[in-house]
């Protein structure tokens, strides 16, 4: 049995992180596109090209908390070497569901979603106002998205933790 107080300082890192990062992406969802999308366009321009690099910023640092957290439980929990007892139960399942669409999003945050930064932080210089258009369709569809998979992820997560 692994160390009570690590794990459970592990599962509490993970879980605030998780919540943090979904808070985030509501604020996103819910406040900060909507706001953006009634700005007059230069306004926006410049609202777009000094937020959301922090923002991206901050979603690196808790996806990197709840991810680094996440695998810290796995390992404490099954040594990375009993995998199979996620698929022993259904509660197992839902936690393997969750920790892949977890991780799945964790990757395109870092490796798609960052590609979408520079052309943000160049926003409010010289764009074509057809660039800028597609950048903020971007950032419309892509935290939309974010938020439907991370709804997935806690839901499947409370399921495998606390059953139905």
């Not at 700005?39 to 090209?49: H, I």
């Not at 959301?52 to 695998?71: K, W």
């Not at 950048?135 to 569809?141: D, E, M, Q």
């Amino acid at each position: 049995m692994p160390d009570i107080s690590l794990l459970t300082f592990a599962r509490w890192v993970h879980v605030l992180g998780g919540a943090a990062w979904l808070g985030e992406v509501v604020v996103i969802v819910f406040v900060l596109v909507p706001t953006a999308l009634r700005m007059e366009p230069a306004a926006r321009l410049d609202f777009v090209g000094r937020v959301f690099p922090r923002i991206f910023r901050l979603a690196s640092v808790l996806a990197s908390f709840t991810l680094i957290a996440g695998a810290a439980l796995n390992y404490l929990l099954t040594g990375w070497q009993n995998l199979g007892a996620y698929f022993s139960s259904p509660r197992g399942v839902f936690i393997a569901i969750g920790g892949g669409l977890g991780l799945a999003l964790g990757l395109f945050h870092f490796f798609v979603e960052h590609r979408i930064e520079p052309g943000i932080k160049v926003m409010s210089q010289n764009m074509s106002p057809e660039e800028a258009a597609r950048i903020v369709k971007v950032l419309t569809i892509v935290p939309r998205a974010g938020l439907c998979v991370m709804l997935a992820i806690f839901v499947s997560m409370m399921i495998g933790a606390r059953g139905f």
